[in-house]
């Protein structure tokens, strides 16, 4: 078979969660000294900055971090024209670039709630002009997660380091906000020497950009419509209320974000393969990964939501302290959106996207979008975090309403065959079983640890006592491969 069929889905799945658990297990590996050292006002100051600059950088990308992946799958057996491709849509970036960074040039000279951290916003924008140069849809086209992941955690890794070295005072936010972009983006340097590999550096000519225009337009409009609803919640905070709110709402976005990435992993995976499908008419075979990752998607997006939704109070106190006491209800509000993030991007991303009607999946951001926008500007002004999380919740969940409504003939004989009640016994047991341990007074991490070691295995379990069939499969493959082993040691 062609080449995207050699690469293990397996491998690629396993690499990617890797990855994007990284980009949020560091900061919570940092976050418990940092958010001690710098308070809620100076992780505040650090979350809006960077929700403020995700505008800029949203702008300058263009919806190309999606729509790349795509229009490099399609030609990825064909160098030249890979090539072609994969230089017109850094050019775009890099012309987009420099009219974001204009106008944050503008914005800090003019807009006086900005030129109190002058310093703290030029320092974060550095992440625009990394983005692009990584050209990271080009690696995800091409399945390339290995490289990916390895290099991304060294980077994190050296960030993990100085994040220690470095702050001592709570000043130092500015510090801090430098090395979460060298964590998350400094690596991309390496991704744009390493891409001689694939495509070549020399300028092939004979561009033709207009044929991006019209589908990079869609992809755009798409990646404003998230942008604005998954950081608006922090930018209105920012601007309506203090701070310190937002470093309570920082505190309970940065678990909820972590827990999305192990969700939605498969689905980003799934992309370029469902493309490839799609494109070579193997309809069958888009099916069967569709089936699969909607069933994972339920299976681990439940349990995770329940649990911490449940062990909020000792969550928030384990990363944060007892100074985010405020972050409690605001993460307990917005677990939810685990399980409507999980679905939508399995329905927006691996199926709508594939089958190139992606203007549903618009649609249904720009109506996430508004609800968020008329929910905050209700309640942030009487709720301030927890009303910023209920505009989130709601507005992911008329993301997913709109997207289901779009496929429901396609998907409703898949979420008819999901083992709902399977779920919930097992959901109900481990409730039971972990609860009575928050009484026991063992401190916010032993009783984290204890009780999600209970809740999970009981959980696991309860589905494999009742036979629910992927939960079977997966512990099938994992037996099987432990037998393999001893075996061979044997």
């Known amino acids: 078979m062609a080449k995207a069929e ?3 889905l397996k491998l690629n799945f396993i690499m990617n969660a890797i990855l994007t658990m ?11 000294y940092v958010s001690r050292v710098l308070l809620p006002t100076g992780t505040g100051k650090v979350s809006f900055a960077t929700s403020l600059i995700s505008y800029f950088s949203m702008f300058a990308q263009l919806g190309i971090p999606t729509y790349g992946i795509r229009a490099c799958a399609k030609v990825r057996d064909d160098r030249e024209e890979l090539t072609r491709t994969a230089q017109e849509l850094l050019i775009i970036n890099l012309v987009m670039d420099l009219i974001s960074y204009v106008v944050l040039g503008l914005c800090l000279l003019f807009v006086p709630r900005l030129q109190e951290d002058r310093t703290l916003y030029v320092v974060v924008s550095a992440t625009i002009l990394l983005t692009s140069i990584g050209m990271e849809w080009l690696y995800k086209a091409l399945e390339q997660y290995t490289y990916i992941t390895i290099r991304s955690i060294i980077f994190k890794f050296i960030a993990l380091i100085a994040m220690f070295l470095l702050i001592h005072e709570q000043d130092d936010y500015v510090i801090y906000g430098a090395i979460s972009i060298l964590a998350a983006s400094a690596s991309n340097v390496f991704n744009f020497v390493n891409a001689h590999k694939y495509i070549d550096m020399k300028p092939v000519g004979n561009y033709n950009f207009k044929r991006h225009f019209k589908a990079v337009g869609v992809f755009f409009a798409m990646s404003c419509a998230t ?5 608006l919640d922090t930018v209105m905070l920012g601007f309506m209320k203090t701070d310190e709110d937002v470093g309570y709402y920082n505190a309970a976005v940065r678990v909820k974000s972590l827990l999305v990435s192990i969700v939605t992993s498969l689905g980003t995976v799934l992309l370029p393969r ?4 799609v494109e070579q008419g193997k309809i069958d075979e888009f099916k069967r990964i569709t089936r699969k990752a909607l069933n994972f998607v339920f299976i681990l997006a439940s349990p995770l939501m329940l649990y911490f939704i449940l062990y909020a109070k000792e969550g928030i106190y384990f990363l944060s302290g007892t100074a985010y006491a405020g972050s409690i209800v605001p993460m307990q509000i917005i677990m939810p959106t685990l399980l409507l993030i999980g679905i939508s991007n399995i329905l927006g991303i691996q199926i709508l996207v594939p089958l190139g009607r992606e203007k549903i999946v618009l649609y249904s951001e720009v109506a996430g979008a508004v609800v968020d926008l008329i929910l905050n500007a209700i309640l942030i002004p009487s709720f301030a975090s927890s009303g910023a999380a209920v505009g989130t919740v709601a507005a992911e969940f008329t993301v997913l309403l709109i997207q289901f409504m779009a496929l429901r003939k396609e998907v409703a004989g898949v979420f008819s065959k999901i083992s709902y009640w399977k779920i919930l016994i097992g959901l109900a047991l ?7 341990f928050v009484h026991f007074g063992l401190g916010s991490f032993l ?10 295995a009981v959980y696991g379990l309860a589905l494999l006592v009742t036979r629910e069939k992927l939960t079977i499969e997966i512990f099938n493959q994992l037996m099987g491969k432990v037998i393999k082993k001893l075996r061979k040691r044997g």
């Open 6 to 8: 050699k690469t293990s």
């Open 22 to 32: 990284s980009s949020f297990v560091f900061p919570l590996i940092t976050f418990p």
């Open 227 to 231: 942008t604005i609803y998954t950081h």
């Open 274 to 277: 469902s493309s490839y499908y």
């Open 430 to 436: 481990g409730t039971i079983c972990s609860y009575w």
């Open 447 to 456: 009783t984290l640890l204890v009780t999600a070691c209970v809740f999970f």
